[in-house]
């Protein structure tokens, strides 16, 4: 069973800058479309930025400017550059891939185990 493997979280003072990267844990044959979501406490996990498989990218409006969702495809990997932090992106964050394992599988979402963003005062 392939998994979404994030890195990139921690602690960070407000104004600063962290990136957080999500791949798959072994070769996939595809991934689609792309986001990331995040979840704070007592709250609903609600989507931040996402990327369509044509490169479209759309993003919830707090965080437009400052967020930028990539990635690189040789790696299959995905990216969010987060810059100008506030206290209020402290969440964990999850990514969320449309993935297919081999040419005849059907597409299916997988979510990566999130990773904690704290950004202090």
């Known amino acids: 069973q392939v998994q979404l493997v994030e890195s990139g979280g921690g602690l960070v003072q407000a104004g600063g800058s962290l990136r957080l990267s999500c791949a798959p844990s072994?070769?996939?044959?595809?991934?689609?479309?792309m986001s990331w979501f995040r979840q704070a406490p007592g709250e609903q996990r609600d989507l931040v930025a996402a990327?369509?498989?044509?490169?479209?990218?759309n993003y919830v409006e707090s965080v437009k400017g400052r967020f930028t969702i990539s990635r690189d495809t040789a790696e299959n990997t995905i990216y969010l550059q987060m810059n100008s932090l506030k206290p209020d992106d402290t969440a964990v964050y999850y990514c969320?891939?449309?993935?297919?394992?081999?040419?005849?599988?059907?597409?299916?979402?997988?979510w990566g185990q999130g990773t904690q963003v704290t950004v202090s005062s």
């Open positions: 990327m369509a498989s044509g490169g479209t990218t």
């Open positions: 969320r891939a449309r993935m297919r394992m081999t040419p005849g599988d059907t597409s299916r979402d997988y």
């Open positions: 072994r070769r996939v044959f595809s991934i689609d479309t």
